[in-house]
């Protein structure tokens, strides 16, 4: 009985040191783990929270999405205030809006300015006809 009393003893021991070796070879890997520093974008909050605080107007819509083409005349793209603007214009400005949102020829679906509305399509559409 001493035996068994003694091998149960050794055995709990053992089990016992084995766990604390592993709690702490588990903190140690935990430790090794962690990150050593952070990143820091400087402005990152404000940058964040630039997005549009409401409709965009013609021109703020053309200088970001339709420039490229329509300030280039890219893929036969009628430039701002060009008179082929207006074979366009004679179809009415309710075509001109669905050919803006739904794509046309080499044009995209609403350009380049999927976040679009349809109401800022419209004032850049009308942006880039005026005068013409």
Not at 9 to 36: H, W, Y
Not at 66 to 95: E, I, N, S, Y
């Amino acid at each position: 009985m001493k035996k068994l009393t003694l091998a149960l003893a050794l055995i709990t021991s053992a089990a016992l040191v084995n766990a604390v070796a592993q709690e702490a070879d588990n903190d140690a890997l935990k430790k090794r783990l962690e990150p050593v520093g952070q990143v820091y974008l400087a402005g990152a909050e404000a940058a964040a929270d630039t997005g549009p605080k409401g409709p965009r107007s013609g021109e703020q819509v053309y200088q970001g999405a339709c420039f490229a083409c329509h300030g280039t005349g890219a893929l036969d793209a009628p430039k701002k205030g060009d008179a082929a603007w207006k074979p366009r214009l004679a179809q009415g400005m309710d075509v001109l809006l669905k050919h803006a949102v739904d794509g046309i020829r080499s044009m995209p679906p609403r350009g380049t300015c999927g976040d679009c509305s349809d109401e800022e399509l419209a004032a850049a559409i009308k942006f880039m006809t005026d005068g013409v």
